[in-house]
């Protein structure tokens, strides 16, 4: 059974940085596209980066684009998310998921990570 656990959330200042883990079980991460999701109060969930299987092709959201980076280890089966220069539209819960035919697994959802930026 798959599992996803994440980690790293905080609360930071504007302009501050947030480094996100992903720790996937229950498979060999290897095998999979990876992606990065997040929802802020009231919005819906959206995805801000995903990775292919070999950590080769990487794809951001507008909205982070040069600020967050996407990385995985798929020796230690975690994935990251580095995220700089934040500002207060970037807190939310954030999540990973497994990305299949370019959609997560709605079956695979954690608890996610809170991410709060303070302007």
């Known amino acids: 059974q798959v599992q996803l656990v994440e980690s790293g959330g905080g609360l930071v200042q504007a302009g501050g940085s947030l480094r996100l883990s992903c720790v996937f079980s229950?498979?060999?991460?290897?095998?999979?596209?990876m992606g990065w999701f997040r929802q802020a109060p009231g919005k819906e969930r959206e995805r801000v980066a995903s990775?292919?299987?070999?950590?080769?092709?990487?794809m951001y959201a507008d909205s982070v684009k040069g600020r967050f980076t996407i990385s995985r280890d798929n020796a230690k089966n975690t994935v990251y998310l580095q995220m700089n220069s934040l500002n207060p539209e970037d807190t939310a819960v954030y999540y990973c998921?497994?990305?299949?035919?370019?959609?997560?697994?709605?079956?695979?959802w954690g608890q996610g990570t809170q991410g709060t930026v303070s302007s």
């Open positions: 998921n497994v990305v299949l035919r370019g959609a997560p697994v709605d079956d695979y």
């Open positions: 229950g498979h060999t991460l290897r095998a999979y596209a």
């Open positions: 990775i292919s299987s070999s950590g080769i092709g990487t």
